[in-house]
Nanobody, 120 residues
Framework: VQLVESGGGLVQPGGSLRLSCAASGSIFSVNAMGWYRQAPGKQRESVATITSGGSTRYADSVKVRFTISRDNAKNTVYLQMNSLKPEDTAVYYC???????????????WGQGTQVTVSS
């Protein structure tokens, strides 16, 4: 299962960006999807996750400012980021976990990453 991200870029502090991530492949079902980020010199961290039922979890640092959502019919997850801060600067990665019916195996897939830079 492949994940393709879009929506990163350069934004000023206080601005907004919306990231998208679409899953594609043969025949599969997606359970949890999420966004992670990795800043230079730091470990990758979880930003937000969402289950197929719509339950969400957020890192304390992004609560209230970020909103994760998904379109199950399109196997797509979104991350709406508002009130962005310089410390949100990082490469953002999409993640999906589910079951691939063609290979009969569960899967964990990662996107290629999209750069988000918050700077004036």
């Amino acid at each position: 299962v492949q994940l393709v991200e879009s929506g990163g870029g350069l934004v000023q502090p206080g601005g907004s960006l919306r990231l998208s991530c679409a899953a594609s492949g043969s025949i599969f079902s997606v359970n949890a999807m999420g966004w992670y980020r990795q800043a230079p010199g730091k470990q990758r961290e979880s930003v937000a996750t969402i289950t197929s039922g719509g339950s969400t979890r957020y890192a304390d640092s992004v609560k209230v400012r970020f909103t994760i959502s998904r379109d199950n019919a399109k196997n797509t997850v979104y991350l709406q980021m508002n009130s962005l801060k310089p410390e949100d600067t990082a490469v953002y990665y999409c993640n999906a976990e589910g079951y691939d019916y063609s290979s009969r195996h569960s899967f964990v897939s990662w996107g290629q990453g999209t750069q988000v830079t918050v700077s004036s």
